[in-house]
């Protein structure tokens, strides 16, 4: 496992758009597959974005394409997610995951960072 720091949460208005990072301490995470989720109490976890490789197209839930981008910089060890167009059902707790060569799940998890989009 790493450990992953995430940072950008907060409260905006619907319409409004805030980005999330999350930030791992081990270079290790470059060869991570990586993916944000997403969680409101008494919910399943839910997968938003998902990014395995520079050389495949990213995943997007329905609810999120062509309003959120999953990105990475070059160093690889911390991941992005832009968020546009926030929506009063987009606010939920977000997670950041990192999945390891060869796991089957994700296996690395950021703290959480809450994301609010008000009405």
């Known amino acids: 496992q790493v450990p992953l720091v995430e940072s950008g949460g907060g409260l905006v208005q619907a319409g409004g758009s805030l980005r999330l990072s999350c930030a791992a301490s081990?270079?290790?995470?470059?060869?991570?597959?990586t993916g944000w989720f997403r969680q409101a109490p008494g919910k399943e976890r839910e997968l938003v974005a998902r990014s395995r490789s520079s050389n495949e197209v990213p995943y997007y839930a329905d609810s999120v394409k062509g309003r959120f981008i999953i990105t990475r910089n070059k160093a690889g060890n911390t991941i992005y997610q832009q968020m546009n167009n926030l929506e009063p059902e987009d606010t939920d707790v977000y997670y950041c995951?990192?999945?390891?060569?060869?796991?089957?799940?994700?296996?690395?998890w950021g703290q959480g960072t809450q994301v609010t989009a008000s009405s």
């Open positions: 081990r270079r290790t995470f470059a060869t991570y597959a």
């Open positions: 995951a990192g999945q390891r060569v060869g796991s089957s799940t994700y296996d690395s």
